[in-house]
């Protein structure tokens, strides 16, 4: 399949990329490299080190034998965009070339805007390209489960469900509520495409997964293929935070109480979902909403399980403390099970890889570039606080 | 008090300044003057004349020997919102300052675009600045009732709802389904806006109308007093498209069935009510949701009351006549009564005027400037197609 990567320099668009192309897909791929200026600004940088584009692009061809087009723009530029998908003419467009960070959202007035007009700007013209261009074009979204909240029902993975309000029944929309300008920036995502779904009849799926963790998929077989790793207060998640703080001997922080539930998937069952998922579209003119995750766990329980991979692996404790929450959602224990049916009709289920072992790869990895993340010391901490 | 209007050159900014002057208030108010060049953009122009900025402040000071601050700009750029709050120091902000049409917003990309990231980026604005400068102020929002769609359930007065969802009770957002990008970009404000109270505790009227139609208010004693008054296919409700057929001796065209339902409101009870939200505001950390409309008619009761209008002021029949609908929307009848309790409970309710009546000023008002109008006949048949 011909396949479009939007953001393919990032995290996952770059080790999607290379799955594709291991499984003989022709890949395209267009990024500003904002990720990269954006960790800069906040005075960080990926743990492991990645290779600029062109040196990546040289790799992948000595490696693997295949060339990835690649365009440096903007997909916020709709001219440019058009002009991509009229040329390279993609079966699925992959749809990462969003704002990913929730403080990076919450710093200011300035962030926030960012994050909204990107994020809904890059949406609204890919929506558009497609209905000009060819409305089988498959759009596959990113998304995020946390654009549902913390709701006291089972999370349908559907994009309407039946409600019964004010003592009548009615379909609505799968109610959202943001805890974030970023997460607020997906919630809108997620109506634009639902309404460019029912207006122009758009294929689309809106992909759903909470943070993904791993250095590692199997297609990335050498230090010089390395997708970023983010560990800063900015645009780490919390495991690749408390890994980088078991590396500089520094107690694992918890904001709050740590009773914080997620639902976790690595990086290689990530990928894989994502490939079953461009390799089977939606019918034509299909709205899919598909959920993905494999590990629910609390913050409490995340921490401990690296605390356990550091005595294992590094040889000492690094203890855990708990911090003032700087961000505001719920600390108690909620009920957080999203439904999960498409992915295991197309045979995707169980873990490839489980947490405590891939913990341990990271804590490897990390370990061999353990000067990288002492100089980035000063930028785990948090620096953002929700409430300003 | 201290209000300052946010697009006070508008249709409604204009007619709530000469209230709140009449009534002793000091108001300021800023506007890019984006609807006068958008409209023109069209093709089209108010069908009543209006003055330019400079003259209307002229005007209300001779009329009334009242002074209104007008600062020309745009509320995109958040040192000047800044600057303007920090020297006025308001005790309210109405914020009119959006892209008000829904078929704008549905011409192509670039004008989904523009609603969006304008709509947005001044509801963003605007909160931080109030944010910064004094979370005590009250933002005062135009939402609209096209927010919630059609739905089955009576839609209640309040940002969130009880509901039963896959079995379970949960307290909800107040689901929301929109028909444009234009109504999308009011459902996200309107989120937007909660979210902001929620984190920062700020105080607020999420203010949600249907169509206002009216020529006049009590204020309005004099031409020059004029507020714009929008007849074409972009610009101009339903209402005023059907008054200047008439004018012209056009069939009224009813987009598809016309058993669409609209809750309206006569612009002199808007401007009522908007007054008494201002001089009643909300608690400090309040998110207070008002519905306003006062009579619920279907597109062919409109196009009726019109037509018998036409009969008694200009002495014909323009007849009525149904076209293939540009729109996608519900055109079977449906339930539509959103609750209404807090401007009761202020004192306001009843009707000061009635369609009836008002449609007959409406046309004499327009009748006098039948030259104008005519030299729009080519932009009121509708241009703009939602399927693209």
């Given at each position: 399949?011909?396949?479009l990567?939007l953001?393919?320099?990032?995290?996952?668009?770059w080790?999607l990329?290379l799955?594709?192309?291991?499984?003989g897909?022709?890949?395209?791929g267009?990024?500003n490299?904002?990720?990269?200026?954006?960790?800069s600004?906040?005075?960080?940088?990926s743990a492991?080190?990645?290779?600029?584009m062109?040196?990546r692009l040289r790799v992948?061809?000595?490696?693997?034998?295949a060339?990835?087009?690649?365009?440096?723009g903007?997909?916020?530029?709709y001219?440019?965009l058009k002009?991509?998908?009229?040329?390279?003419r993609p079966?699925?467009?992959v749809?990462?070339?969003?704002q990913?960070s929730?403080?990076y959202?919450?710093?200011?007035?300035?962030?926030?805007?960012?994050?909204?007009?990107n994020?809904l700007t890059s949406?609204?013209?890919?929506?558009?390209?497609?209905?000009e261009?060819?409305r089988d074009?498959?759009?596959?979204?990113?998304g995020?489960?946390g654009?549902?909240?913390?709701?006291?029902?089972r999370?349908?993975e559907?994009?309407?469900?039946?409600?019964?309000?004010?003592?009548a029944?009615?379909r609505?929309v799968v109610?959202?509520w943001?805890?974030s300008?970023?997460?607020?920036?997906k919630?809108?995502?997620?109506?634009?495409?639902?309404?460019?779904?029912?207006?122009w009849?758009l294929?689309?799926?809106d992909f759903?997964?909470?943070?993904v963790?791993?250095?590692?998929?199997?297609d990335?077989i050498?230090?010089?293929?390395?997708?970023?790793?983010?560990?800063?207060?900015v645009?780490?998640t919390?495991i690749n935070?408390f890994?980088?703080?078991?590396i500089?001997?520094?107690?694992?922080?918890?904001?709050?109480s740590?009773?914080q539930?997620?639902?976790f998937?690595?990086?290689?069952?990530t990928?894989t979902?994502l490939?079953a998922?461009?390799?089977?579209p939606p019918?034509?003119?299909?709205?899919r909403?598909?959920?993905?995750?494999?590990?629910?766990k609390t913050?409490?329980?995340?921490?401990?399980?690296?605390r356990?991979?550091?005595?294992?692996?590094?040889?000492?404790?690094?203890?855990?403390?708990?911090?003032p929450?700087?961000?505001?959602?719920?600390?108690?224990e909620v009920?957080?099970?999203?439904?999960?049916?498409?992915?295991?009709?197309?045979g995707?289920?169980g873990?490839?890889?489980?947490?405590e072992?891939?913990v341990e790869?990271?804590?490897?990895?990390?370990?061999?570039y353990?000067?990288?993340?002492?100089?980035?010391?000063?930028?785990?901490?948090?620096?953002?606080?929700?409430?300003?």
């Amino acid at each position: 399949m011909r396949v479009l990567i939007l953001g393919i320099d990032g995290y996952l668009g770059w080790a999607l990329t290379l799955r594709l192309i291991r499984r003989g897909h022709e890949v395209a791929g267009i990024d500003n490299f904002y990720t990269r200026k954006a960790v800069s600004e906040v005075g960080s940088d990926s743990a492991l080190p990645i290779l600029p584009m062109s040196e990546r692009l040289r790799v992948i061809e000595e490696v693997f034998g295949a060339k990835v087009e690649f365009v440096e723009g903007d997909v916020t530029n709709y001219e440019l965009l058009k002009k991509v998908i009229e040329r390279f003419r993609p079966d699925v467009v992959v749809h990462f070339a969003e704002q990913r960070s929730a403080p990076y959202s919450m710093i200011d007035v300035e962030h926030a805007r960012y994050t909204m007009i990107n994020n809904l700007t890059s949406t609204l013209n890919l929506i558009y390209a497609i209905k000009e261009l060819g409305r089988d074009i498959h759009i596959l979204k990113m998304g995020t489960l946390g654009e549902y909240g913390y709701p006291a029902f089972r999370i349908p993975e559907d994009a309407f469900v039946d409600a019964v309000i004010n003592g009548a029944r009615d379909r609505i929309v799968v109610p959202r509520w943001a805890g974030s300008w970023y997460h607020w920036s997906k919630v809108f995502d997620s109506y634009i495409l639902l309404y460019a779904n029912k207006l122009w009849g758009l294929t689309i799926t809106d992909f759903h997964q909470g943070p993904v963790y791993g250095s590692r998929t199997r297609d990335l077989i050498s230090d010089e293929l390395f997708t970023r790793f983010d560990i800063d207060d900015v645009w780490g998640t919390v495991i690749n935070r408390f890994l980088a703080q078991a590396i500089i001997k520094h107690p694992l922080t918890i904001y709050g109480s740590g009773h914080q539930k997620k639902g976790f998937t690595s990086l290689e069952d990530t990928v894989t979902a994502l490939t079953a998922l461009i390799e089977n579209p939606p019918s034509p003119g299909e709205f899919r909403v598909v959920h993905h995750y494999r590990e629910i766990k609390t913050l409490n329980e995340m921490a401990e399980l690296v605390r356990r991979a550091s005595i294992k692996v590094l040889g000492y404790d690094p203890g855990v403390t708990h911090i003032p929450n700087p961000r505001v959602e719920p600390e108690d224990e909620v009920m957080y099970e999203p439904e999960r049916r498409v992915l295991p009709k197309l045979g995707i289920y169980g873990l490839s890889r489980i947490m405590e072992d891939e913990v341990e790869v990271m804590l490897r990895d990390l370990a061999r570039y353990r000067d990288r993340i002492d100089k980035l010391r000063g930028v785990i901490m948090p620096r953002v606080r929700w409430r300003g």
